[in-house]
DNA sequence: AGACCTGGTTTTGTATACAATTATGCGCTG
DNA sequence: CAGCGCATAATTGTATACAAAACCAGGTCT
């Protein structure tokens, strides 16, 4: 290998494919890679100097994720969500958050409540700037808020499980997502935080199950790629 | 879609290690793996006559799951969840399933109710028959019963988390359940079958609920192994 | 022209080899 | 006889080799 001497920074095993792995997915998630493209296994190994080996097992995790689809004898992609997936990963969303705010407003502290805050004013300031870079922050921020409530929530299993239906949104707002409902968003996340910091569980549950709705109200679940053509075909 | 019965299970890899993975998967939550138990690759590897490849993929996939823990440099082994997870995994299911029962109760169809009412049955059969096997069998239909009315609520996503709640369950029951409230709870499975069929899908969430607090409620959250020396120390 | 073979190329699936790490057993010492 | 090193065995982490499958391009036949 390219390493002939031990001054290795951080040798540390079994981290390389979670390193893989979590590069992957935040470019994932912030649309660096979009949806349907290939990765394959010797190109990621030769970004990140790592054997096949691990690049399969990173990839094999963001599979279990459902943001990277593997066929079999036909390798890895970013997962193109059908719009009946994008409507599921909202259900569960629906499903989830609300009781997760609750839960939330019940244990909240005040650390939490700046931490919160300091997100908001991050994504603000990520609203506000221009460039691609920016909006990548934003969606970023966006998705952190949503999952500190979960982490102040305290439920590790359902924080868990709602990074993952964090990541297929962004899946699905790449691919159904038309523009600039952001900022209503904001203004949603900013009531919802308040709500945390009062202790009002209900009407921070309440504020989520709404913000979802808004969230998905924004989109149109038009079958991207070779559906339109035949839409287009039929009009 | 008004589906059959018929639910994917997670994404598939090759065809070998899924082969694998499922047989643990299984092995496991009906007990013939305890929690604990150590999982050598090359035992496993053996035994499937496959390679430490595929039975590494395998493991992962489990352990993704959380019915496997992944210790660096030092193996897999069942999963012994602590009452602290253990608590974790019933507060999710609580937040899930009545909301699942609600769903399904919308969709149920005439098939989907003999399918339950199969189910039924068949718990019913392992609850009256005795033997290790039996009771393999009993804990097999309860979890494919709570399966089943996830699948009849058509959200796949939501259907692989609870595929996931219901593995941890069994393991947790393994670790901190005091044997037999199980009779009572295939009454309550009978009561909940019937509140679907009815289309009544409030009284399917409610008794749900209820049906999910009284399996936590037989369990004792006291840590076995070393904990439980200390306690006897302090006695 | 278009469908269809066909060879070479790319990419994945799996096994295996070797290095690094951890567990184990045994003799030694006090 | 308990405790401690140290050699050795087991086991995991990672890279690589090779076979099978999919992909691609060009040429042939109808």
Redesign the pocket.
Known sequence: ?STPT?TEPI???????GEIRDQLHDAIVDRRLTPGT??????I?ATF??????V??ALQALAFDGIVT???????SVSKPSPEVARQVFDARRMIEPGLALAAAARITAADVAMLEQHLATEAEAIAARGPSARRAEIHASGELHLSIAAIAGNEILSRFLRELVARSSLVIALYGRSGASSCARDEHGRIVAALASGNGRAAAELMRHHIDHIEADLDYQPAGEASIRDLLKL
Do not use: C, Q, Y
């Not at 100097?49 to 691990?54: F, K, N």
């Open positions: 290998m031990r040798p540390r095993t079994g981290t390389r494919a290939k990765l394959v296994e010797d190109e190994g100097s790592a054997s096949r080996t691990v399969r097992a593997l066929e079999p004898n036909r390798g890895a």
